[in-house]
DNA sequence: AACTCGGGGTA
DNA sequence: TACCCAGAGTT
């Protein structure tokens, strides 16, 4: 063990007594809920997920509640927080909890890990934070202020660095008060060893702290490059009839936005105006039994919806057709399905402008 | 071990 | 633009 550590742990907590947040899941022990607020604050800002969080609380009280929701109106008051897996792990949870459990969270690391939605960083979180279990957490603030402090260039994104992290962190862990040493250790992170220009002359550890006193601090954590983006072009085929009656289809299979609602899809290989559309056999498939009047472009400049690993060229061509499908809804309702933000976005421009 | 999964904030 | 965020599941 680090001779630094019950220094360490001791500074942090302090510090993080007189500078915490005030956040809703700090005043609750109740395990439902510290799990609630773990699984949508995964790769997600406090202040994102916060009112989501306000949201499902109100919505689903207890676990039962959340249990006894149709998956689609879970996607939906998820809608928009991103990373949707999450949201369909954690209803699939709250039923194995419900009717399996009685109800009831198991109460240490391994047991919460076999839940589905819950990895290493949210077991440790939950078992030390509802149960007092000595589980250091590793998140992105972790690896930024072990890494500097430390001195420890081990890059954070291969099994390795995340090894010797947990390592680490469980070395230091306050065991008398662990919850409390993890958030602190993560609001230490989020508010002041900031990714960028950390405010290092005025923090509480930089006589100790290895980056800054080797001036390194931007080149800490180091991290493993990830490879650049790909282009997608997506023409969403927004059908409209007579009395405004449109056609949703739902996602399925692998990929992104499984089970959200969309527009029915024609993917293409580069951007595609209406004659070389119009020749595609998925253009054929998609209008077989349609009576088409006519197509046109809705948005001239193509909408680049950028997800963290693709960005998606978009066209929404409007479909105008004389007889509605049996399957069609009215185009006002679209707002009451799940759908992806590039389709919430369409559906508010598309009203403004009707 | 590498890849995939969203959307938004920040410099 | 590039990077990051209270990471986990799949390939």
Known sequence: MPKIAPHFSKKLIAWYLQNKRELPWRNTLDPYRIWLSEIMLQQTRVLQGLPYYLKFVEAYPKVEDLANAPEDDVLKLWQGLGYYSRARNLHATAKIVSEEMSGVFPDNYKGLLKLKGVGDYTASAIASISFNQPEAVVDGNVYRVLSRFFGISTPINITAGQKEFKTLAQQLIDRAQPGTFNQAIMEFGARFCVPQNPDCGNCIFNENCWAFQQKRVAELPVKIKAKPVKKRFFNYMVVLSENEQTILQQRTGKGIWQKLYEFPLIETSEEMNLSALK?????????????????????EKSVIHKLSHQHL???????????????SIPISEVKNYAVPVLIADFVSEFFENY
């Open 279 to 299: 020749n595609l056999q998925q253009f054929e498939d998609f209008s077989k039994g349609l009576n088409i009047e006519d197509i046109s472009l809705f948005n």
């Open 313 to 327: 060229n978009t066209r929404f061509w409007i479909v105008e057709i004389s007889e509605e499908k049996e399957s």
